[in-house]
C-alpha cells in the first residue's frame, strides 16, 4: 500500500491557488460558485454518510462485532446463580427479622 504524501498534495494546491488565473476575490461570481459548488458537495457527502448510517442502524449490524461460526455461546454457571439468589434470600430474611425488632438504642433527641 502506498503511503499517502500529503506534503505534496498541500503543494499541489498551494500552486493551483497561485496560478496567475486565479485569484481568490477578484470576481465575486465566481467566488460565490465555487462556495456554492464546496458546500453542495459537502452537503451530499454527509446526506450519504446519513443514509449509509440510516440503512445500517434499520438492518441492526451496525452495532454487531461479528460471530464467527465456531465462537461457543457461554452459559449461565446454574449452581453459581443458584448460591447467588440463596445469598439474596437470605439478607431478605435477615433485613425482615430486623425491620420487627424495635430498635435497642434510645432516641437522644427525646
Known amino acids: 500500500m502506498a503511503k499517502i504524501n500529503f506534503k505534496n498534495i498541500l503543494n499541489k494546491f498551494h500552486a493551483l491557488l497561485k496560478k496567475p488565473g486565479f485569484k481568490l476575490g477578484a470576481n465575486p461570481h465566481t467566488d460565490w460558485k465555487i462556495l456554492v459548488y464546496f458546500f453542495i458537495t ?4 454527509v446526506l450519504g454518510a446519513s443514509i449509509y448510517m440510516f440503512r445500517e442502524i434499520n438492518n441492526g449490524e451496525i452495532f454487531t462485532a461479528g460471530l464467527k461460526p465456531n ?18 434470600d437470605k439478607k431478605a430474611e435477615k433485613f425482615k427479622e430486623l425491620k420487627n425488632i ?3 438504642t434510645v432516641d437522644p433527641s427525646l
Open 102 to 104: 424495635p430498635p435497642t
Open 71 to 88: 465462537d461457543a455461546i457461554k452459559t449461565i454457571d446454574r449452581k453459581a446463580l443458584q448460591e447467588i439468589i440463596a445469598t439474596f
Open 42 to 45: 459537502l452537503n451530499l457527502a
